[in-house]
């Protein structure tokens, strides 16, 4: 794997007909592109806790797993955010909209780069998201003023 903040390298194996290098998978081998949510779930037990389940040089597909009243920290992205709700209830607080968006398992949220937002997974049970980002992408919490997106 490369550094952390660099590209994945690319390494194509014999026989394999995928252009990546696809890591994660709850620990399978790197190449496999298939996993179960439910296996994961064994496997890492108790929330909170995260997997990246895909990590290439295009993109990285980390699942999430929350228990109610455990939130994220208050953050924004230099690109697009989006995430697939699998289980659970999540609200998210987004910069510039007057109410939090209410998801459930099967809808997909999208907050724009720049954004600042809060995660805060609600209901009786854990939350299990998939987010889905470009590599090396991190949370911000402070940026220069008139770089957010209403500074404009």
Request: proline fraction near 12%; charge should be neutral.
């Amino acid at each position: 794997m490369a550094k952390p903040g660099g590209p994945v390298p690319n390494r194509e194996r014999k026989g394999e007909r995928h252009g990546g290098d696809h890591e994660g998978l709850a620990g399978s081998r790197p190449g496999q592109l298939h996993a179960r949510v439910e296996e994961i779930k064994r496997v890492k037990g108790t929330p909170p806790w995260t997997e990246k389940v895909v990590v290439n040089d295009q993109i990285v597909g980390t699942l999430i797993c929350q228990p109610p009243g455990h939130p994220t920290d208050r953050h924004y992205h230099l690109t697009d955010e989006w995430w697939v709700v699998l289980e659970g209830e999540i609200d998210w607080e987004i910069e510039g909209r007057p109410a939090p968006v209410h998801a459930r398992a099967g809808d997909l949220v999208l907050v724009p780069a720049n954004h600042f937002h809060h995660i805060r997974p609600t209901g009786r049970g854990p939350s299990i998201r998939l987010a889905i980002t470009p590599p090396g992408e991190f949370h911000r919490h402070e940026r220069e003023p008139g770089a957010g997106p209403y500074d404009r």
